[in-house]
């Protein structure tokens, strides 16, 4: 399958894309974990990145294309694709649509996942990352805390609460996403295949997505 997943921070695209991989094979592509990982490596476009993601700000349009015409080409792309939370503005969705027409490839559906805000607000202030780069367990202080507190159950490191997972930092970025990102559900629900779900359980959102592809 090939989908785009839409929807404010917090409203679970990332746990419905990993529900949707183990389905047929597609591959998540999350441009946060990619940028995370840059960050930790401490790589230019890392150090670039960085700044803008404490902020809860986007990142620039040039250093996001390049890095997703890359990845989109990729081998494992060829059983299909779930875009989790990008484009994240309207230049970045025309530029996507440009970039697909360019290297022959397309969309099945994109989903909006809708969630209450003051559910989001409660998920991200209590959720708690493993700080491992290579493990980044999460965890949720309220529903699926660590076994010893502050210490990941897998790997043994610290969890931690992000810097962009703030309440501060969390206002700042749904404020972000109400005047950038939400305009993309009229963008595509003029492009057609657009289906907004309303539900905060992942289940039902896959459920959804199944019954739109008939799967």
């Known amino acids: 399958m090939k989908i785009m997943l839409l929807g404010a921070p917090g409203a679970g695209k990332g746990t419905?894309?990993?529900?949707?991989?183990?389905?047929?094979?597609?591959?998540?592509?999350?441009?946060?974990?990619?940028?995370?990982a840059e960050v930790r490596a401490g790589s230019d476009l890392g150090k670039k990145a960085q700044a803008f993601m404490d902020a809860g700000d986007l990142v620039p349009d040039e250093v996001i294309m390049g890095m997703m015409e890359k990845r989109l080409q990729e081998p494992d792309c060829q059983k299909g694709y779930l875009l989790d939370g990008f484009p994240r503005t309207i230049p970045q969705a025309e530029a996507l649509k440009v970039l697909m027409a360019k290297i022959g490839i397309d969309l099945d559906l994109v989903v909006n996942i809708d969630v209450p805000r003051d559910v989001i607000l409660d998920r991200l202030c209590t959720r708690r990352t493993c700080e491992n780069g290579d493990c980044q367990a999460i965890y949720n202080v309220k529903s699926n805390p660590p076994k010893e507190e502050g210490k990941c159950d897998k790997c043994g490191a610290a969890v931690i609460q992000r810097a962009d997972e703030t309440e501060e930092a969390?206002?700042?970025?749904?404020?972000?996403?109400?005047?950038?990102?939400?305009?993309?559900?009229?963008?595509?629900?003029?492009?057609?295949?657009?289906k907004n779900i309303p539900a905060i359980s992942s289940d039902e959102v896959v459920n959804g997505i199944k019954d739109s592809l008939g799967i």
Do not use: N, W
């Open 170 to 194: 969390i206002t700042h970025r749904l404020e972000t996403f109400t005047e950038k990102t939400a305009p993309l559900i009229g963008f595509y629900e003029k492009e057609g295949k657009f």
């Open 16 to 36: 419905v894309a990993k529900l949707l991989t183990a389905l047929d094979g597609s591959v998540q592509i999350s441009t946060g974990d990619i940028l995370r």
